[in-house]
C-alpha cells in the first residue's frame, strides 16, 4: 500500500522499508522481506482463525510484521505490537465541493485582507488629492476671495465613491489636473470590479454543490451523500462498538446501505466521483489528499490509535523495537519520514478559484499612484502659472503672490466670511 510498501523493479521502497532499515541499523539485525500471502493485514474470523499479516506471525511465518497495523485489543491478545510509530485516527475524505460551506461574509473571498486594505487607502487618498487639487488649480476654483469651492472633503469621498459604484457624482472637475485624476481613479474601478465580479463567480462556480459536511455529525444528520468505509476494517469496528449515537447511526447507515469498500483505491475513487464520503484512517486520507487535488479531509479525527510492528506474542525482541522507534521518534527521524513519503504533488489549490492576491493588482495600484502624482503636480503647475501672471501684473515677487495664493486656497470654509462683512459694510 503506498506510500508504506511499494515496488520498485525488484526492490521494495516506501516509508515502512525506510523505517525497517532504521531500526535494523539501531538494533543490528539482518532481515529478508516478503509480501503478506493473503494481501491483508489481519482480522479474525468466526472460527477464531487469523488471516493476512497477524496470522503469519500467529503461526511462525514471518517473525516480524511492519505496516500500518493499527493497534488494536483484539491483534494485542494474540500478537506482541511495539510503541506506535505513527498516530492516526478515523476521518472523514470528501470532494472539496462538498466539505466547504458558505459564510455570511463569502462575499469578501474574492481579495485577500491585505488588497482590501489597500482598495480603502486608494480610496481615501483619492479624494484627498481632488479635494486638494480642486483647491489649488485655479482652473477650477478662479475666485476663492468670493467663490465657495465645489469639492469639500465630504463631496470628493461622495464623489469617488460614486465613480466606484460606476454610478457617477456631479459635479465634475473642470480643471486638466482634476480630469487626470478622475479618469485614473475610473480605470482603477474598472479593473478592480472585473477582478472581483470574476472571483467571485469562479468560487460560486466551484462551490455548485450546497451541502456543507464538516464532521460526523452532520454527515449523520443527512442522506444526500452516501459514505461507507473499508469492509471487516478497524474503522467499521470503532462504529460498531461504539456507544455514541452519532457513530451508532453511521454504523446502522452504512449496514443497512451496504456502502462498505474492498479497498482504499475505491474508497478514493468514490470520493472522487463526488457523492461520496470515504471514512477511513486519516493517515491514509491525508495521502489521498496530498495526491488528488480536489480531495479534502475533514478537520474532525476520531478514535485515535497507533500504527505499530507486530511480533510473536512474548518475543524478547518488542522491547528493544519500541525503544529503537521511541527513539527515532525523539531525534525527528519518524517527522522526517513522514514529510518524505507523504509529499503533496498538488502545485496549487485548482479546485477552487483562490482570491486575488495583492500583486495581481499592483500595477493597478502603481497607475494610480502615477495619475494621483501627475494631478498634483498640473495643480501646482497651473497655480505657479497664474501667480507668475499676477506677479508681473502687481510687480510683486512670484514666491509672494504664490504663498499668498496658497495661504487662501487651503484655508477652511469661514476663510470667505471675512470678505462677506467687507462686501456688507460697503452697501
Excluded at 148 to 172: D, I, K, M, V
Excluded at 268 to 286: C, Y
Amino acid at each position: 500500500q503506498e506510500p508504506y510498501t511499494m515496488a520498485k523493479g525488484t526492490q521494495l521502497e516506501g516509508f515502512c522499508m525506510d523505517l525497517l532499515s532504521e531500526v535494523a541499523k539501531k538494533l543490528g539485525f539482518k532481515y529478508r522481506v516478503h509480501l503478506v500471502k493473503d494481501s491483508s493485514y489481519g482480522r479474525q474470523d468466526e472460527s477464531g482463525n487469523w488471516n493476512g499479516m497477524i496470522g503469519e506471525v500467529v503461526r511462525g511465518e514471518a517473525d516480524l510484521a511492519i505496516a500500518p497495523l493499527t493497534l488494536t485489543a483484539a491483534r494485542e491478545k494474540v500478537v506482541g505490537m511495539t510503541k506506535p510509530f505513527m498516530q492516526t485516527g478515523v476521518s472523514i475524505l470528501l470532494r472539496k465541493d462538498i466539505s466547504e460551506g458558505t459564510g455570511f461574509f463569502d462575499f469578501l473571498t474574492p481579495f485577500t485582507a491585505e488588497t482590501w486594505v489597500g482598495i480603502l487607502i486608494a480610496y481615501l487618498g483619492t479624494a484627498a488629492c481632488i479635494f486638494v487639487v480642486t483647491r489649488l488649480s485655479p482652473c477650477e476654483w478662479s475666485q476663492p476671495q468670493s467663490e465657495e469651492n465645489r469639492f469639500s472633503f465630504l463631496h470628493s469621498l461622495w464623489y469617488t465613491a460614486g465613480a466606484l459604484t460606476l454610478q457617477g457624482a456631479g459635479p465634475h472637475p473642470k480643471a486638466v489636473s482634476g480630469r487626470i485624476i478622475c479618469c485614473t481613479w475610473w480605470l482603477f474601478t474598472i479593473v478592480l470590479l472585473a477582478s472581483y465580479f470574476s472571483s467571485l463567480s469562479s468560487s460560486k462556480t466551484s462551490d455548485s454543490t450546497q451541502l456543507t459536511v464538516k464532521g460526523f455529525d452532520d454527515l449523520a444528520n443527512q442522506d444526500v451523500i452516501q459514505y461507507g468505509c473499508l469492509a471487516g476494517s478497524s474503522t467499521l469496528a470503532f462504529f460498531k462498538n461504539s456507544n455514541n449515537p452519532v457513530y451508532r447511526r453511521i454504523y446502522e447507515h452504512m449496514e443497512r446501505t451496504k456502502s462498505f469498500v474492498s479497498s482504499m483505491d475505491e474508497g478514493v475513487r468514490r470520493a472522487k466521483e463526488g457523492n461520496f464520503a470515504f471514512i477511513g484512517e486519516s493517515v491514509s486520507l491525508d495521502l489521498a489528499v496530498a495526491r488528488h487535488c480536489e480531495l479534502v479531509r475533514a478537520h474532525e479525527v476520531v478514535g485515535m490509535r497507533g500504527y505499530s510492528i507486530a511480533a510473536a506474542l512474548g518475543s524478547p525482541i518488542i522491547k528493544n523495537l519500541s525503544v529503537a522507534i521511541l527513539q527515532l521518534s525523539e531525534a525527528g527521524e519518524l517527522a522526517y519520514l513522514r514529510s518524505k513519503w507523504w509529499a503533496s504533488s498538488c502545485i496549487a489549490d485548482k479546485a477552487k478559484s483562490s482570491a486575488a492576491q495583492p500583486h495581481s493588482l499592483k500595477g493597478m495600484f502603481l497607475v494610480l499612484s502615477l495619475g494621483l502624482g501627475l494631478g498634483a503636480l498640473l495643480a501646482v503647475l497651473e497655480l505657479t502659472s497664474k501667480s507668475r501672471k499676477r506677479a508681473a501684473e502687481q510687480k510683486k515677487s512670484c514666491c509672494t503672490v504664490l504663498t499668498e495664493e496658497l495661504s487662501l486656497r487651503l484655508r477652511t470654509s469661514d476663510a470667505n466670511k471675512p470678505q462677506e462683512n467687507v462686501d456688507k459694510d460697503k452697501e
